[in-house]
């Protein structure tokens, strides 16, 4: 089981691409392989940067958590949404918890394809 990873600090540019593991990585336009995985040894977690409600805590394949985090914490900085936010975490399995709480990831599969998904085990 994984904890919510810290957030790593990278350069974003002002159009969104992101530099944080030395490779360019565009905010708005995110590799398909987003959140792809083999075993769940690939995936970790990240926090939804802008959001409404209970902070999303959604899987990502591991390769790409940096500079994902790294978007995730610009769009925080320029979020203007409009809405309220509420206290807690949810998880890609629809539940919701407090701050603190044990979030895990593991890779489903459907099919040959596989995904990363937070759950609270």
Known sequence: MQRLIGARVGLCLGSWVC?????????????????????????TTFAIGCY????????VAREF????????????????LGCPTEPGLRTQDGKMVSSGTM???????QGNTGTCQTYVP
Do not use: F, W
Not at 30 to 37: D, F, I, Y
Not at 65 to 80: G, I, R, T, W, Y
């Open 19 to 43: 530099t944080a593991s030395g490779s360019s990585y565009d905010c708005k336009a995110p590799p398909a392989s987003l959140a792809a995985c083999t075993t769940t040894d690939d995936c």
């Open 65 to 80: 958590a940096p500079d994902v985090q790294s978007c995730e914490n610009k769009a925080a900085s320029m979020c203007a």
């Open 103 to 109: 979030i895990s990831v593991r890779c489903v599969h």
């Open 52 to 59: 409404c409600g209970a902070q999303p805590i959604n899987g």
